[in-house]
């Protein structure tokens, strides 16, 4: 019996991921440590035999941004179908408030906690607690998006449109 062997996936990466039965998304994973990743879906849906070239994918607008678990990915029900690191650097990357229950504070922390420093009174209010989704949450946000499925307000954090604000916080 032949095991299907699983992709290893790393920044960069393109892939597809359902809408329907005839049409697909497209994202890409923007960071990835071990098996979680940081993954954006761009905005647009397309036949599964017209999907754009990596450029015109690279130029999209992105919808939705989390971090996640490469589990779609590594299985293969979201195919790669190419890779390229342009532009990576400049996808935003959330920041985060944290609170410490040993001092009674909160501190910011960046994607996979890689600064962190006290946070202000102001940042407190603006930013998100750091939340982690399943793949298939990114799919149904994706469907919601093009009418497949019912909006639920969980899928506001997810807009990319959050992870930019947030990014503007500078860590030192």
Known sequence: ??????????????FILPINDET????????ALQDTVFLVVYE????K????????ILDLPIAFASESLDAKLRSGSWPLIGHSCDGLDDIAR?????????DNTYYIQTLFE????????KEILLLHKPFFVSPIRLEKAIKSLYGEREWNDDFEKLK?????????????
């Open 24 to 31: 697909v998304g497209v994202g890409r994973v923007a960071n």
């Open 44 to 47: 647009g849906q397309w036949a």
């Open 1 to 14: 019996m032949n095991k299907k062997q699983r992709v290893k996936v790393k920044a960069g990466d393109i």
């Open 49 to 56: 035999a017209e999907i754009p070239s990596i450029n015109k």
């Open 160 to 172: 990319y449109s959050e992870v930019v604000k947030s990014s503007h916080i500078m860590i030192e």
């Open 114 to 121: 890689s600064k962190c420093r006290l946070a202000t009174s």
């Open 94 to 102: 959330p920041v985060f408030k944290a609170y410490q229950s040993e």
